[in-house]
């Protein structure tokens, strides 16, 4: 039945009786009119122009916000300034004078029909679009979201999370399908969400077949929509667990389960989602409304989950490779770092142990809350640039000399066989030249025994000499600090000077019985005050700082890793300028090399591994590491943390310096 509204006087509008089968009401204002409207059909408004003028932009307001689509609105006026009025009531379908007749009543309550349909087509077309836009736009917004996350955990969870509300869906689970080289594919349960009830999942992996509804789809391809899990179709292969539901309380309805296709179409997994809500917020407790607050998942639904689920697909593919290029990488660096370590095995996991404490570190001056550091924090990226560059901090030492590296002596055991071959063959040719004395004494028939006994005493005092250099030698090529009476007597000592080194091992041993036994750099490595090594022998380990920083910078890092080079670079320069390689200052020192100074140095000292030096405890350690930060050379507030925090008791750091057997 057609609707017909009369704001004002019915008399004065309207002349005759109204045709037959029209349900007319008469209003007084526009709430009063809004109330008589039952929406199901088109309504013709005859209004009073002094009506409509009075309530004017509330008409306009309620027009624009859809009451078109109720009603045609028609201004009945009796002046006869028809323009006049339209101007003044833009919002109106027409103007008209009083009063109307019945037959241009019904003219007029046709059209309006035709044209509040139209309005509805019109406006259910707008909204389609611009709900059809809406999805767009928030699958556009997820696609970014998905392919920014590179934690495959993170990424899974978002994953399901979208999913879900897309569709408006209560719950849901993610699996993921697993093809071992050995062994029978199967189905990882990876992941569950359920906004009503708690979930006490567990990870497992079930059988990758058509038993189970994720099965199905993960084999067929298809997605699949079931109005209800507990009436499934008939000749279904696969059946729906209850088990949940029974010990939850929980009422499995509506189910949409869609396959997660990668770049090669092929399944990688499965999105399940579990009773679309009516309403997006509602709790679907107790289970007793889920039969009417649970509703089917619509063919949109499964356009948009099907949408996302591919994208899913590429964004885990993505991340999932990602991860490996990592770990692919991680293994390269640790591979790397052992690497050099092979070349000194002495050294053996000096770097991996300074990158744990360096870390340490790192992390509890991200925490501090009070101090210079307060405001200094690292991301998870920043704490593995740290922790990569400790463990490539002394790379360079492929480029130092193995003999450098491994020095334990003074002298390199080769040169010190050679030295004692020399003074054994020194001390047989004393003792041939003193029997051919003695022998031709004898057979001059001439000799007294005064005679032979200077003899033999001269021999025993060359003999004793030669035995007393060896043994100066022997102590002095130990790796202890040289007293001041022991270093004057090695420089006292006589030398012999060659051109190059070359010279000098082809220097004839029968020679070296003419004084001086002992060669010039010999007595250079035998007068080193502390240590083994010499001036130019130091330079050389200490240009390994260089080698790795040039090693380091060929590596087209990724922006995240990009201070790696750098940071290595100065774990070796000191707050005051007297580091090395470059001798900067404070002001250019990265914060991380001068956490990585302070590992490296206390890992040295305490190293249990090293023969060439004694283990410092854990007080010396600190206390020599104090006394460079009060001399302004190690960064004392970065020691307080390491301290306070008493990082140099971490399990892990206590497990790799234990002693390799």
Known sequence: MTHLLIWGDTHELVSGELPAGIRVDRVTSLATLIAALDGRGGSLVLADAACLDAERDAVADWLRAGGSTLASVVAVTGGGADDELLLRLPFVDDVVQRPLTPARVRLKLERAVEAVHSRRVIRQLENALTRKGDELSELNKIGVALSAERDIDALLDLILKKSR???AADAGSLYLVERPKDGEPGLRFELAQNDTVVVP???????LDQSSIAGHVALSGQPLNVADAYRLPEGSSFRISRSFDEKSGYRTKSMLVVPMRDHKNAVIGVVQLINKKREPDAVLQPVSVIEEAVIPFTTTDEELAGSLASQAAVA???ARLLQDIRTLFDKFVRAAAKAVEARDPVTSGHSERVAELTVALAERVDRAGTGPYAGTHFSREQVQEIRYAGLLHDFGKVAVQEKVLGKRKKLYATRMVAVRQRFAYILKALEADYLRKRLDAVSSGCAGADELAALEAEYLRKRADNERVLQVVVRANEPTIVEEKSFAALMSLPSRRFPDHHAEDDFPVENWA????????????LSIRRGTLTSAERKEIESHVSH?????????????????????WAHHEKLD????PRGIKAAEIPVQSRMMTISDIYDALV?????YKKAASVEQALRILTDEASTGKLDGD????????????????????????
């Open 165 to 167: 509300e897309i569709t």
């Open 201 to 207: 999942f567990q990870k497992r992996t079930i059988p």
């Open 316 to 318: 885990f593919e993505n």
């Open 514 to 525: 003419q004084e001086p036994h002992l060669s010039t750099d010999e007595i250079e490595s």
């Open 548 to 568: 790795t920083y040039d090693f380091l910078r060929q590596i087209p890092w990724t922006g995240e890793f990009g201070r790696i080079p750098e940071i290595a």
């Open 577 to 580: 300028g007297t580091g090395y």
């Open 607 to 611: 190293a249990l591994d090293r023969p």
């Open 638 to 661: 970065l020691l307080g943390v390491f301290v306070d925090a008493k990082l140099f008791e971490l399990p892990a750091f206590k497990a790799l310096l234990l002693p390799r057997t």
